[in-house]
């Protein structure tokens, strides 16, 4: 193959189309911020399920996942066996409080508990994560895209700027629901994406005879558990990554509160993480299935690896360079469609999401509310559109932190969950906290994930493994420890303050 052809590129533009003219049927029945932001409270909760992974999912894991276990192993997908614990603690410890109260932003939580400077530090949090986790989809999209379609990176603007529009646009037209909805059909085409690179590889073998059965030479060691903090990935310290991270999101991010809230009472939130769950499951197993048999068809056909590509160096890479070069003419535009909707499924949740913030906790809370609910939807609109110029500006500088797809996106995005979170947990379970303790935890947890995550740049890296001192893995645990710990102790030594004294509201 010779990359991609005009009729993959006609099935791009076909997708592209039709994700628009969702967006234009749905927003022919959005009158009201309710229904604009939460579908009226009244969605369907296996929709919302898919739609909470497909949004979560995105370019960098579709592209992350079969790079990780092509260049350092599979030891990353056990932390699957966490999400089991990770329903119990969301489905039955914090659905049951969130879902008492009917909220379009879930920041407006804190303030009733914490006051309002807490309040406007979860926003402030929030909108940092996303837009700086947009810019980064977007800008890893564009970059794989460059190595499909064999042009330079200095297409990467243009390529952004398509992305970034054609999801701002159907997004901010449908609201949640066009976001629903696309997220499904988005769902649908990424995992068939996967499913179609397996089966080719399957076919190039004859089998099943590129599943590995032995450890692979260009594979890290990575054990089940190490008291060295430098080992990057261990079984353990994934499962607990996962887990905080999952638990974190679900509880103080508001792209998945937001949809919970979507969804008719928590018994129907449960069904959607449930269903979110097992997703999940089934779609990384499947990555990483594609990571395997990348693994094998490259180690079974070196001269298709390029000169300028190794195996381990360049994992990121592989996946998109077999699509662009390995599949039939077709087949491959279905799966650059499938990247495309991975991205394009974040983004518009996150642009939703971030205008919902946005419009319920500055212009609302801050008296500048229009006078009246089609004025309120035009605003929005016009802010997602806004939010969207903003994210392709951010795409540009993102591209300069070092580091794997795996490791740019804890580096970035997975350090400011946990200190979000905190704020709920000391909101919602933990009567004796008040606003300066809250702070100044959160101060300490902050300080903490940023000396983690630049932790080879603050200290240096070791000179024979060239590792940094403290793994990645363990950005999100420690300073969620810290954080909580710091924060519990400076609250009861402060006391509860005038601002914290209203009844605890979980």
């Known amino acids: 193959m010779c990359g991609l052809t005009w009729i993959d590129w006609t099935i791009v533009a076909i997708y592209a189309a039709s994700t628009l003219a969702l967006g234009w049927y749905f927003s022919r029945r959005q009158n009201d911020t309710s229904e604009y932001f939460v579908g009226s409270g009244s969605m369907n909760s296996v929709l919302v399920g898919v739609s909470l992974f497909a949004t979560l999912l995105s370019t960098i894991s579709y592209l992350s996942m079969p790079g990780e276990v092509v260049g350092k192993g599979p030891v990353y997908m056990t932390n699957l066996l966490a999400l089991p614990f990770v329903f119990l603690v969301v489905g039955y410890v914090l659905l049951p409080v969130y879902m008492r109260y009917r909220v379009t932003s879930a920041y407006e939580l804190l303030e009733t508990r914490l006051g309002l400077s807490v309040r406007m530090l979860g926003v402030a949090m929030f909108l940092s994560l996303r837009l700086v986790w947009m810019s980064l989809l977007v800008y890893l999209t564009a970059k794989a895209l460059t190595v499909m379609i064999g042009v330079g990176e200095s297409w990467?603007?243009?390529?952004?700027?398509?992305?970034?529009?054609?999801?701002?646009?159907?997004?901010?037209?449908?609201?949640?629901?066009?976001?629903?909805?696309?997220?499904?059909?988005?769902?649908?085409?990424?995992?068939?994406?996967?499913?179609?690179?397996?089966?080719?590889?399957?076919?190039?073998?004859?089998?099943?005879?590129?599943?590995?059965?032995?450890?692979?030479?260009?594979?890290?060691?990575?054990?089940?558990?190490?008291?060295?903090?430098?080992?990057?990935?261990?079984?353990?310290?994934?499962?607990?990554?996962?887990?905080?991270?999952?638990?974190?999101?679900?509880?103080?991010?508001?792209?998945?509160?937001?949809r919970f809230?979507?969804?008719?009472?928590?018994?129907?939130?449960?069904?959607?993480?449930?269903?979110?769950?097992?997703?999940?499951?089934?779609?990384?197993?499947?990555?990483?299935?594609?990571?395997?048999?990348?693994?094998?068809?490259?180690?079974?056909?070196?001269?298709?690896?390029?000169?300028?590509?190794?195996?381990k160096k360049d994992a990121d890479k592989i996946f998109p360079h077999f699509i662009a070069f390995h599949l039939p003419i077709g087949v491959s535009g279905l799966v650059v469609s499938a990247m495309f909707a991975a991205a394009m499924s974040s983004i518009d949740s996150g642009v939703n999401s971030i205008t919902a913030v946005v419009t319920t906790d500055i212009l609302d809370r801050f008296g500048m509310k229009p006078s009246t609910e089609r004025q309120h939807v035009f605003v929005a609109r016009s802010l997602a559109f806004g939010i969207g110029a903003t994210v392709v500006v951010g795409s540009m500088f993102v591209g300069q932190i070092p580091g794997n797809i795996t490791e740019v996106t804890n580096k970035t995005v997975n350090l400011m969950v946990p200190m979000i979170f905190s704020l709920f947990f000391f909101a919602l379970f933990v009567p004796s906290s008040n606003p300066i303790g809250v702070w100044i935890g959160w101060a300490c947890g902050m300080t903490t994930a940023s000396l983690i995550a630049f932790s080879g740049q603050v200290f240096g890296v070791d000179e024979v493994t060239g590792l940094p001192p403290i793994s990645f893995q363990w950005i999100g645990p420690i300073s969620l420890i810290v954080n909580i710990v710091v924060g519990f102790v400076a609250s009861h030594l402060l006391g509860n303050s005038e601002a914290s004294a209203s009844k605890n509201i979980g």
């Open 156 to 258: 990467v603007p243009a390529i952004v700027l398509i992305t970034g529009l054609v999801s701002v646009t159907y997004a901010s037209l449908g609201g949640l629901r066009a976001v629903v909805i696309t997220d499904l059909m988005q769902t649908l085409l990424l995992f068939s994406g996967a499913v179609l690179v397996i089966a080719m590889v399957t076919v190039d073998f004859g089998g099943f005879g590129w599943f590995p059965t032995t450890w692979q030479d260009n594979w890290d060691t990575q054990p089940l558990f190490s008291f060295d903090p430098s080992t990057r990935v261990t079984v353990l310290g994934a499962m607990l990554t996962v887990f905080v991270w999952q638990v974190c999101t679900a509880g103080g991010d508001q792209v998945s509160v937001q």
């Open 261 to 311: 809230m979507a969804t008719k009472d928590a018994a129907a939130a449960r069904r959607s993480f449930a269903t979110q769950m097992i997703v999940s499951t089934i779609v990384p197993i499947t990555l990483c299935l594609v990571g395997f048999a990348l693994l094998a068809f490259f180690q079974s056909h070196p001269e298709f690896i390029p000169p300028q590509m190794d195996l």
